[in-house]
């Protein structure tokens, strides 16, 4: 029997529901649903038109409604979460970790929020609150906190003579905090650690040095970079003073880097990290529009310099054939070093130490590039026009573009990373207005001096 | 005290380590790197450039020396590898985890590799060579074989008096697995399900039924949607018998997405997803000449276009000079809508059954967002150029371009996922050539129909 992937399954699943969501067969729908797992159940909703998801959520049951919210999209989310009356996501919240309810509670208009924050009982309402009382994209705005403390001057059978009463561990337990009696964090001990102890052996000796706590106030990204570092499960979170707040678990972490490589490849041609993609087309188009628009701006002033040389373009059609080659690969060469950068900023590879050492080495880059591409359309276009002079000038064009492509490819994102704009976002733009009145001024400027 | 984050504290380490370089400071470099984990001397050595690299490894302590490999970036990595003899490289291996020491081993020359094998311990060699059995970007080629079994019919207390006796667990164990006496895989039971468990229970009655055998064979990238959807730290890893191999940890998974993620960023740019930021020049300058080299045939294609219009374009001067903006403005919209269409085929939000849905919706978008811009841009020129036709040529080429940007877009990944290849190696480069010609077309042929 051949097998299918995963992804095979998914749109398998996606059909499956859409025939029967297609032909009215509510029934046979809801009992597809019933079995599959939250994860499954976002994906198909991510993956329908937005009319059918407000069918399917009612399909579905009622109890997994919580663990679906947490595996949406932040868009599709969004746009769910306005079908729902307060009291009703007050139940759904009932069954949510804490981070994921916050993060839904700080996506909904003010009245809504405090109405279902209203409808919870008072404890889950305290822990919401204290999430939400730290920013979003921090170590305590995407923590839980159902941790197990214990004490550090206890042995391992206490320790396991408690859980054994207790019966049952947080999901995604790999270790217990031990503090002191004014909850101050003292270390981590991994259940490995006590699994394979003596029983009379006193839980601060088991302390493991390798999990150290980590501040509240950190960004979600440092968070991560934490977790890589030190290969964690798991980690404590504390306040400034030291005391014991929850814990991040390693799939609050996943999602963090999964987020954060969306948004910058998205952000590249002007699209939000969390793009539904289906939303509707007016939403669609009014977001893409920005972008046009930007764009639009910045060829115009391409238009803008190609005018000024009016004189030349009118004399000679060839050059208005050929002024589109010179940006064109200027805007692909510096893409590409931007491309890197942007990779490289986002891994670390580069900082003011190590800039000069990058922006030589693209410089060389690109100049090399330019040299070789510069004879060759200077080869094909002597040889097309048979007119040597042309063919000199789009090599000089091309060789002076692609070199700056390469400075300029390096030097804009590290610019706008010291500004504190995304390079993902804006980088591109500005590379591509460089190349373009670069690649003009130079080719038609040439041209201006040289063919006339 | 104001903190820095972690991104800073990379650079001072990096800024530290190149200044004690730079003024030949060998034993305080040693020194430096002895208290860094590897994770940061990785970091360090790809932030170099790639000559300081072989003078940092010979400081590196020879104990780190494994670590430090697994941590690298690939093509880092083979920098490195190559300056090693392959006996050192056997000593080094020793220190290293299955799944990394092979990933190393594929990357070396077939004589080097041998050679490394044969150095190794009989046993070690045998646990590579299983690993190596399997293809690279599948769980058999990505699991570790670490693993600790236990009977079905023994008691809590027996496997906890095995667990003392033994004192240690394999990094990353979250869970042991239950085996029969052929090594036969039959379920899982978690490290909190023992510790929670009264001593005399029998071990099978605690399987934990979540967590499911992956077979050896799967897609790398199909387990890294498993561990997601089911939220798994670790899973076991069986052969087609169902007999137990070893097991995947959710730090691989978390490569494999960071992976995914860049590759399909520096794809979109023809770049190597494992690139070396600070590669040599003229490597550099050859892996950005291939896509260069396409980008000039797709150029020159467009220049043959815009060639059979030279009678248009010698009479009108204007045409030459706005000849770029329908073609800049295609490509913007066609790349928006090509990257939210390669997303969207990484998340699996794209089948047969909704592919015609996204169609309909991006030719709408790209219809209105053609009809916005043909309506700005008309009235712009109209009003620039005092000539209404004009306007009315530019608005048609406009509206045609962002619509076939729209269709394209869509169509385009979709065909190439279809047919087996990247669509974001590929889709940018088809995607470009077909707005350009489109763009050209539409308004230069217009144009000779109306305007002359």
Redesign the interface.
Known sequence: MP?I???QQ??QR??QV??ALGSGMFVHVRKLLQNM?A??IA?IL????PKSRAVLWQLIDADNHGEVLEELNEEVRKGILKTIRPEKLAEVAEGMDVDDLAEVLRTLPDSVYQEVLSAMDSQDRGRVEAALSFEEDTAGGIMNTDTITIRPDVTVDVV?RY??L????P????SFYVVDGKNHFIGAVS??A?????PEVIISTLIDKDIEAI?AHL?E??VA??F????W?SAPVIDDKGRLLGRIT??D??DI??ED??R???S????DGE?D???P??K??QQ??I??GV??IT??L??AV??MF??V??QL?????????V???GG??G??T???????IA????????AR??IQ?EL??GF??GV??AV??AG?VAIWQQNLMLGGVIAFAMLMNLTAAGIAGVAIPLFLKRINIDPALAGSVILTTIT?VVGIFAFLGTATLFLT
């Open positions: 097998e992937s995963e992804q998914n749109h996606l059909q859409n025939q797992p994860y499954d994906l991510e993956s329908s038109h396991l859980l054994r207790r019966g049952d561990l999901e995604a337990t790999d259940l490995a006590i699994i394979t102890a003596k501040q960004s990204s440092d970079q934490l890589e570092k030190f290969d499960f390693i799939d972490v996943i880097i999964r490589a969306e910058s490849m998205m590249m041609a002007g699209l793009a993609t289906f939303a087309v007016l669609s188009t893409r529009s972008w046009l764009n639009l060829a115009l391409a238009v190609s005018s009016e004189g373009l009118s059609a060839i050059l208005a054939i050929l002024n589109s080659l940006p064109s690969m692909v060469a893409n590409q931007l491309t890197l950068v942007i990779r490289a891994l670390g590879h580069v900082g003011d130490s190590n050492i990058l080495k060389a880059v090399l590039n070789i591409w060759l359309i094909v373009d």
